[in-house]
T-cell receptor
Framework: RKEVEQDPGPFNVPEGATVAFNCTYS??????FFWYRQDCRKEPKLLMS???SGNEDGRFTAQLNRASQYISLLIRDSKLSDSATYLC???????????FGKGTTLSVSS | DADVTQTPRNRITKTGKRIMLECSQT?????MYWYRQDPGLGLRLIYY???????NKGEISDGYSVSRQAQAKFSLSLESAIPNQTALYFC??????????????FGEGSRLTVL
């Protein structure tokens, strides 16, 4: 089982839609979870950390479910500029480095 | 200027050639990483280093070697390049002491093509 797994998509949604991405991780001891965003042909950049109690940053909400070992990202009121690949990230089994999921591609259309 | 700089940005080479990708950073971070990205496979960790005297293998270290010449420099070498090493390579840094534990700061990537 890959350490971090996520649905590759693509997710094609209209502007204004709400979209959710899920991701599962295998290291039950991991304390670090993140969502990164990667634009086409660019480097990944941190979108937001994921905290145990869930957290929100504007239109973006991240949730963590430790019992089921999954994290989610909810995007409300999608904008054209949200079109990108979203990468789920957790610690590797050794707890020493970040491991990335393959990414979920989002395309927002007008 | 970028905080994490990779050179070269693009390189085309032939099978069997030795290639070095270089990474330098001005962020003062102790931790540095090399990832490769392939379509459909995402980002995979090759090697990482927590300080100058520390080198660790990642998921896919076979066929690669690294050198941490200084806190600010971390180079990736392909001793004898092969076509399946064609990929986009990213260098990254992090410093958990500076707040957001685990935030990685990436360079702009080095696109390597092995013919």
């Amino acid at each position: 089982r890959k350490e971090v797994e996520q649905d590759p998509g693509p997710f094609n949604v209209p502007e204004g839609a709400t979209v959710a991405f899920n991701c599962t991780y295998s290291n039950s001891a991991s304390q670090s979870f993140f969502w990164y965003r990667q634009d086409c042909r660019k480097e990944p950049k941190l979108l937001m950390s994921v905290y145990s109690s869930g957290n929100e940053d504007g239109r973006f909400t991240a949730q963590l479910n430790r019992a089921s070992q999954y994290i989610s990202l909810l995007i409300r009121d999608s904008k054209l500029s949200d079109s990108a690949t979203y990468l789920c990230v957790s610690l590797n089994q050794a707890g020493t480095a970040l491991i990335f999921g393959k990414g979920t591609t989002l395309s927002v259309s007008s | 200027d970028a905080d994490v700089t990779q050179t070269p940005r693009n390189r085309i080479t032939k099978t069997g050639k030795r290639i070095m990708l270089e990474c330098s950073q001005t962020k003062g971070h102790d931790r540095m990483y090399w990832y490769r990205q392939d379509p459909g496979l995402g980002l995979r960790l090759i090697y990482y280093s927590f300080d100058v005297k520390d080198i660790n293998k990642g998921e896919i270290s076979d066929g690669y070697s690294v050198s941490r010449q200084a806190q600010a420099k971390f180079s990736l070498s392909l001793e004898s390049a092969i076509p399946n090493q064609t990929a986009l390579y990213f260098c990254a840094t992090s410093d958990p002491r500076q707040g957001n534990t685990g935030e990685l700061f990436f360079g702009e990537g080095s696109r390597l093509t092995v013919l």
